[in-house]
């Protein structure tokens, strides 16, 4: 966009991914100026791999439409897909994977893979031998390259932590909250507490407000907190909502959503962990469809975010 207010338009458009169908989730990670691209559509491949050059706004002719996983006999609703990025480049994909059956009834589990110059097989994270079904949550990335996946159990409506060493070593299993209804997540964010990790993530608690939950070194997460005091809207099994970080002398956390009720734009914040605050109405009289948000320094120090009104892509600070 020259004028990002309002003045986007479509790039290379003529070597675009092609999906195939709708595509139900997508995740993207900036690594530099590559942007790192997972997708999740309802018909087979299911999960892909692209790469977008924002240097030369080309797509890159190699890596895209790169299947992931072909899940075969994945479960309804089995899309969603999320991605984190090492500082090496390897990328981790965290997804449905494929059904396992327990006396003849098919259960979905939760899985991730890793992309060096190609994916493994996909890795269970959650459910094996279980019965009951899970559900795909967020994947980010703490200090030394450990990956966090935050993922529920969609029958016991339970929200759980585990995390994923440089090493390819999967941690202890922890219980987030046993009262969601619906395991909808976004992306985390990550700071270091004086010398201490600290990953915050958010997600939609059983009254459809949004919960944060912080966990410390890795450890047994903290009692979560009510980041919202309106319900969140929920479009295609995700909150329209974000979270950025201001990593400055005060670890600053900022949360943008859309309310359920009329698609407003509303803003909260909780700095040191010492709690959220009321939220403030950001935009009026919009229709919030989505929105992505960052803290970069453009004349100071500015809470960024780009967000789709009504059909219409737009950005504002």
């Known amino acids: 966009a020259t004028d990002p207010t309002s003045s986007f338009s479509t790039q290379d458009a003529a070597n675009a991914p092609d999906a195939g169908t709708a595509i139900l989730s997508l995740w993207a990670f900036q690594d530099g100026t590559d942007l790192k691209i997972v997708t999740g559509t309802a018909t087979g491949p299911e999960f892909r791999y692209h790469v977008f050059h924002m240097a030369t706004d080309l797509w890159d002719g190699t890596l895209k439409n790169e299947t992931i996983e072909d899940i075969k006999d994945s479960a309804a609703n089995a899309q969603?897909?999320?991605?984190?990025?090492?500082?090496?480049?390897?990328?981790?994909?965290?997804?449905?994977?494929?059904?396992?059956?327990?006396?003849?009834?098919?259960?979905?589990?939760?899985?991730?893979?890793?992309?060096?110059?190609?994916?493994t097989a996909g890795v269970n994270v959650a459910g094996q031998g279980l019965e009951s079904d899970w559900a795909s949550g967020a994947a980010g990335r703490g200090t030394s390259d450990k990956t966090h996946f935050i993922y529920g159990d969609a029958t016991n409506a339970d929200v759980y932590h585990r995390s994923l060493s440089s090493a390819d070593s999967l941690g202890t299993q922890h219980l987030v909250d046993d009262t969601t209804v619906a395991q909808v997540f976004t992306p985390?964010?990550?700071?270091?507490?004086?010398?201490?990790?600290?990953?915050?993530?958010?997600?939609?608690?059983?009254?459809?407000?949004?919960?944060?939950?912080?966990?410390?070194?890795?450890g047994t997460p903290d009692t979560p907190d009510n980041a919202s005091d309106s319900t969140v809207l929920i479009l295609n099994l995700t909150p329209v909502c974000c979270l950025a970080l201001e990593n400055g002398t005060t670890k600053k956390v900022h949360l943008l959503y859309a309310d359920a009720a009329t698609r407003d734009l509303w803003y909260d914040s909780n700095t040191n962990d010492a709690g959220w605050?009321?939220?403030?109405?950001?935009?009026?009289?919009?229709?919030i469809n989505r929105i992505s948000c960052n803290v970069y320094d453009r004349s100071g120090t500015k809470l960024a975010y780009v967000y789709d009104d009504g059909g219409t892509v737009k950005y504002n600070e």
């Open 277 to 287: 605050g009321t939220d403030t109405e950001v935009l009026d009289a919009v229709t």
């Open 188 to 218: 985390s964010v990550y700071y270091d507490a004086a010398g201490t990790e600290r990953i915050t993530a958010v997600y939609q608690d059983a009254d459809s407000t949004l919960q944060s939950v912080i966990i410390e070194a890795d």
């Open 80 to 119: 969603r897909i999320s991605i984190a990025v090492r500082s090496d480049g390897d990328v981790i994909a965290l997804y449905i994977g494929d059904l396992d059956a327990i006396m003849g009834t098919n259960y979905a589990r939760v899985d991730y893979a890793i992309r060096v110059t190609s994916w």
